[in-house]
């Protein structure tokens, strides 16, 4: 990956996965749910039928929220204008001409199929956990870097 | 080697996002998959296929069909074995290469929007990132520099994407998809 990011300093953006054996077959992939993958630090989400995966460093934030039978998860990705978290500054992209997938919004039943040991809203409210917890040990590290770098 | 048909009892198509169990078969009159669920047939006319790619999803195989006519139909429940007797069967059946899926792996959200017929392709480096089947989205409205798209959720799917949103740089960068 050559595509640059420029931010508070000229950064590579992160590559989630170099090799398509690398790539997960953990049962939420092929089941179509959400998959957290620690070791690649990546989001594997379902959409129209596939896993695509969506490396941590470009996700903004989660939210979930639960109104009546459903829970929601909405994802929030990295894009132009976007404000940085906890300052004044904008993210500033290198390649201004490109597309940006700005939002996804889930949704799964709170209801318990029979048979089932948990809701289908379980995914959702895991990934949102594991995502918070991935991010938090991302910028931990990324601030280590930095402070490193001097 | 010249069969009349292939068949695939253990196939599935994807349908707003979830996986429909049935039987698929390719014989003269084309792709066929068999709905038990419904006991309906469709029938797609190698005349009508405008590409077919082999694709890989979380180590199983798929079949992906541009039409002409503009739809795309998806099927899942291959093995890696199968690629050689499709293709070859494509090949002396229909005169039509099955060709292999270059996926983007890199985890980005960033790339550039097309369409094949009436499917939007987000692709990421020249390689696919999604496709999106137009006939998915329920409602779709436009801001600055955004485009909003909802979706029809299936009853089935475990986890249903009702929403999706892009970022647009300039205004005119992309035409209402819809």
Redesign the interface.
């Known amino acids: ?1 050559k ?1 640059e990011v420029a931010g508070p300093r000229l950064k590579k ?8 054996n690398n ?4 049962d939420e ?6 998959y957290v993958d620690k070791r ?1 630090e ?1 989001l594997i989400l ?10 941590i460093s ?1 996700i903004k934030s989660v939210a979930q929220s639960v109104e009546g039978d459903y829970t ?1 998860l909405r994802i929030n ?5 976007a404000p940085v978290m906890g300052g004044q500054e904008k993210h500033v ?1 290198s ?15 709170n209801t318990k199929e029979p048979g089932e040991l948990a809701p ?1 809203s379980s ?2 409210t895991n990934t949102f956990r594991l995502v918070k917890e991935l991010q938090k040990k991302y910028k931990t590290r990324e601030q280590e870097e930095r402070e490193h770098e001097g | 080697m010249n069969l009349d048909s292939i068949e695939f009892s253990n196939a599935s198509q ?1 349908v707003t ?3 429909v169990s049935g039987k698929l078969s390719f014989n003269n009159r084309g792709l066929v998959f068999r709905n038990p669920g419904t006991g309906k047939n469709l029938v797609v006319a190698p005349t009508d296929w405008e590409d077919v790619f082999w ?6 195989f798929g079949l992906k069909f541009f039409l002409k006519s503009g739809p795309m139909h ?1 099927f ?1 429940g291959f093995k890696e074995t199968d690629f050689e007797p499709i293709s070859k069967f494509f090949r002396n059946s229909y005169q039509i290469d099955l060709k292999e899926e270059d ?1 983007s ?9 097309k369409f094949r017929g009436k499917v939007l392709e ?1 692709n990421v ?1 020249r390689q696919v ?5 137009l006939n ?1 989205v329920s409602q779709c409205t436009t801001g600055k ?2 485009a909003v798209l909802e979706f029809h ?1 299936h009853e089935d ?13 300039q205004e005119g ?2 035409g209402d998809p819809l």
């Open positions: 990956g595509e953006a992160n590559v989630a996965y170099r090799n398509i790539f997960p077959t953990d992939v092929k089941h179509l749910q959400i690649a990546t379902p959409l129209f039928g596939e896993p695509v995966p969506f490396h470009i929601y990705f990295l894009h132009p204008g992209f390649h201004p001409e490109a597309q940006f997938l700005k939002e996804l919004t889930f949704r799964s039943s289908a995914n959702l | 994807e996002g979830s996986l694709i890989r999803i979380a180590g199983a998806q899942a996926k792996l890199k985890g980005w959200n960033w790339g550039s929007v987000f480096e990132g999604f496709h999106l089947p998915y520099n955004e959720a799917a475990s986890v249903a994407l009702m929403e999706m949103r892009f970022y647009i740089p960068a992309e």
